[in-house]
């Protein structure tokens, strides 16, 4: 089965960075792209950032311009999300996303297959 784990939440202050990661258990699965998302409660769920595995190729929207950036590593199966300056407005459940295959936009959840469970990031003022 394939399997993300998610890590590296936390309570931090406003300004501070952190570094999400998530990993992917399955080492025969090759994802064709691989997203974060964030949800609030009682909010829908937005996209953050996303990329193709390989062709390496980000996307992202006006959301966290110039704060967040997207990276992985194919040989440890990991992709991670690197936060600078963080704002109280990031507080939310993280979630990494895996697809499977292309056919959908990859910057909505319609592309992806699987899901982490996600990690909570507090951003305090």
């Known amino acids: 089965q394939v399997l993300l784990v998610e890590s590296g939440g936390g309570l931090v202050q406003t300004g501070a960075s952190l570094r999400l990661s998530c990993a992917l258990s399955?080492?025969?699965?090759?994802?064709?792209?691989m997203a974060w998302f964030r949800q609030v409660p009682g909010k829908e769920r937005e996209f953050v950032m996303s990329m193709l595995w390989t062709g390496y190729s980000t996307f992202s929207t006006s959301l966290v311009s110039g704060r967040f950036s997207i990276s992985r590593d194919k040989a440890k199966n990991t992709l991670y999300l690197q936060m600078n300056d963080l704002k109280p407005e990031d507080t939310a459940v993280y979630s990494c996303a895996a697809a499977s295959r292309p056919g959908e936009n990859v910057m909505t959840a319609l592309a992806y297959d699987y899901w982490g469970q996600g990690t909570q990031v507090t951003v305090s003022s």
């Open positions: 399955e080492h025969t699965f090759t994802p064709y792209a």
